[in-house]
Every structure is written in structure tokens, then in C-alpha cells.
């Protein structure tokens, strides 16, 4: 099985496991991973050196490419649950996010309107302002944080800028509990470097972000596809289970995908 890059802009219908049936949403290149993450599980595979990277796709061609989709679903009485900004890379990375934001809602109302928006984002751009007040705009704010521990963040993300856990982590405060919390649970080897974010640790240092953050819901889930370093383990159903019921005591409502 090999890494997957979206060749479209919109793409789907897809069975998400998480959120229904899903028509998803790339602003980013259509031949290229674009993130500034290097996440060690990341299904579109390892960042390539940008030297090659494609223009990215203008708000006008997202804006079209979603109202020829939206038009066509319609006439053929096709539903789906959700629009999800997803794709090859990090969305908020667009530098006309929150245009295109605006563009995604006016569509939804026009075509859709029981249909929900939902932006998986690695959390790394809340400090602009245009990408706060987006996400805010939307259905499913989805926000990733895969560990609390620093050491940890830096080696299952491979952030590429000087961002810590501490700064992504006050930038979600921001929010007032208004988010999705993600969090992808994964053991094994980057290399000969050993990796596991569901020790004891990790886990309590996990649960009380958890309580500072107060999300509105917890989504938990491992491994589905293969990720961009072999040596990783998918974390068992049972174990996921076990961490969530360690948030659920405190009344979250915790969604396990396994
Ligand atoms: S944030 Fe998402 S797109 Fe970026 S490297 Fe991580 S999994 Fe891949």
C-alpha cells in the first residue's frame, strides 16, 4: 500500500470514519504534499524538498471546482454529511483561507445547508488573526495535538518552524473550549529513535491539557492507512478505550476511531 496524494481539489464523496460521508476539500497541491508538519504517521508520506512545489490553487479555481461538484451532487440527489478541508497538507496554509472559508459557507447555504464544514488543521496557525476568525466560522473546528510533552510533539510532528507544544497549546486556549480536540495515538520506531504517546506520561500529561483546553469533543484514533515511517504500530481498539475512558470521567464526550 502506498502513501496517498489527492489529485483533485474536491474530492469524494468518502466514507470518513470520523465524520459520514465527507466530499473533501485540498487546497494545496494536487502532486505535492504541502505541510509544515512532517508528521511520522502522515498518510500523504514525507515532505519532499519544496524546490518543485506547484502554485497553489487559487480561492477562484476552489471556488469553482466546489460549485461544479455541489451542482452536480445536487441534480443527481447525492447527500452527503459534511465538507471537510483535508487534502495534501495543512489547509491554513492557503494564504486565502479565510476567503475560501467564506466562499465553502456561501456554497453550503446555497446547495446544502443541512450539510456541516469541517477543517482538520495541525493547530500551528491560530496567531493569525485571518485563521482564527475562520476557523471560528466553521461547523467542525478540528484540531490536532498528539502529545503534551514537548520531546514528544517534536519528534511524532517534525515541526518545521520554532513553535513548541507549550505556544500550540496557549493558541488553542484562545478558543474557549470551541474545537475538536484530535489526537492520533501511535507506538514504535522513527528510525532508531523509540516513539509511544500512550505511556502512563504521556497520558496523564494528556488528560490534564485535556482539562485546561475543555474542548467540546475529544476524537482518538491510530493508525489506518500506511504512515509515512514503517516502524510505527497501530494502537489496539482496547488501549484506545482505556484512554478515553480516562477523559470520559470528567464528562468529555470522546469519539474512538480504531
Ligand atoms: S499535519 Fe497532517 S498533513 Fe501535515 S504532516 Fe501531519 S498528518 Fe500530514
Given at each position: 500500500m502506498a502513501n496517498i496524494l489527492f489529485d483533485q481539489l474536491v474530492f469524494g464523496p468518502i466514507k470518513s470514519r470520523r465524520l459520514g460521508v465527507s466530499l473533501g476539500l485540498n487546497l494545496l497541491p494536487t502532486k505535492l504534499k504541502v505541510c509544515n508538519f512532517d508528521c511520522v504517521y502522515c498518510e500523504c508520506g514525507k515532505n519532499k524538498n519544496n524546490s518543485d512545489i506547484?502554485?497553489?490553487?487559487?480561492?477562484?479555481?476552489?471556488?469553482?471546482?466546489?460549485?461544479?461538484?455541489?451542482?452536480?451532487?445536487?441534480?443527481?440527489?447525492?447527500?452527503?454529511?459534511?465538507?471537510?478541508?483535508?487534502?495534501?497538507?495543512?489547509?491554513?496554509?492557503?494564504?486565502?483561507?479565510?476567503?475560501?472559508?467564506?466562499?465553502?459557507?456561501?456554497?453550503?447555504d446555497a446547495f446544502m445547508p443541512h450539510v456541516k464544514i469541517a477543517v482538520l488543521s495541525n493547530a500551528t496557525n491560530l496567531d493569525k488573526v485571518s485563521v482564527f476568525d475562520a476557523l471560528n466560522r466553521v461547523d467542525l473546528n478540528?484540531?490536532?495535538?498528539?502529545?503534551?510533552?514537548?520531546?514528544?510533539?517534536?519528534?511524532?510532528?517534525?515541526?518545521?518552524?520554532?513553535?513548541?507544544?507549550?505556544?500550540?497549546?496557549?493558541d488553542l486556549k484562545r478558543f474557549k473550549g470551541k474545537f475538536i480536540l484530535q489526537t492520533m495515538f501511535v507506538s514504535g520506531w522513527v528510525?532508531?529513535?523509540?516513539?509511544?504517546?500512550?505511556?502512563?506520561?504521556?497520558?496523564?500529561?494528556?488528560?490534564?491539557?485535556v482539562r485546561e483546553l475543555n474542548p467540546s469533543r475529544i476524537m482518538i484514533y491510530s493508525l489506518d492507512r500506511e504512515p509515512a515511517e514503517l516502524g510505527l504500530k497501530k494502537v489496539s481498539a482496547a488501549k484506545l478505550n482505556e484512554i478515553a475512558a480516562k477523559v470520559?470521567?470528567?464528562s468529555y464526550k470522546v469519539l474512538v476511531t480504531s
Amino acid at each position: 500500500m502506498a502513501n496517498i496524494l489527492f489529485d483533485q481539489l474536491v474530492f469524494g464523496p468518502i466514507k470518513s470514519r470520523r465524520l459520514g460521508v465527507s466530499l473533501g476539500l485540498n487546497l494545496l497541491p494536487t502532486k505535492l504534499k504541502v505541510c509544515n508538519f512532517d508528521c511520522v504517521y502522515c498518510e500523504c508520506g514525507k515532505n519532499k524538498n519544496n524546490s518543485d512545489i506547484q502554485a497553489l490553487p487559487s480561492r477562484l479555481e476552489i471556488r469553482n471546482a466546489l460549485e461544479t461538484k455541489l451542482c452536480d451532487m445536487m441534480l443527481a440527489a447525492e447527500k452527503i454529511d459534511v465538507i471537510t478541508f483535508a487534502g495534501n497538507g495543512e489547509p491554513t496554509l492557503h494564504p486565502e483561507f479565510e476567503g475560501i472559508v467564506e466562499d465553502v459557507i456561501f456554497l453550503r447555504d446555497a446547495f446544502m445547508p443541512h450539510v456541516k464544514i469541517a477543517v482538520l488543521s495541525n493547530a500551528t496557525n491560530l496567531d493569525k488573526v485571518s485563521v482564527f476568525d475562520a476557523l471560528n466560522r466553521v461547523d467542525l473546528n478540528i484540531l490536532k495535538l498528539d502529545s503534551a510533552i514537548n520531546r514528544t510533539y517534536q519528534v511524532l510532528n517534525r515541526p518545521n518552524g520554532n513553535k513548541n507544544v507549550c505556544d500550540i497549546i496557549q493558541d488553542l486556549k484562545r478558543f474557549k473550549g470551541k474545537f475538536i480536540l484530535q489526537t492520533m495515538f501511535v507506538s514504535g520506531w522513527v528510525g532508531n529513535v523509540e516513539v509511544d504517546n500512550t505511556t502512563d506520561e504521556e497520558i496523564e500529561n494528556w488528560v490534564e491539557t485535556v482539562r485546561e483546553l475543555n474542548p467540546s469533543r475529544i476524537m482518538i484514533y491510530s493508525l489506518d492507512r500506511e504512515p509515512a515511517e514503517l516502524g510505527l504500530k497501530k494502537v489496539s481498539a482496547a488501549k484506545l478505550n482505556e484512554i478515553a475512558a480516562k477523559v470520559k470521567k470528567y464528562s468529555y464526550k470522546v469519539l474512538v476511531t480504531s
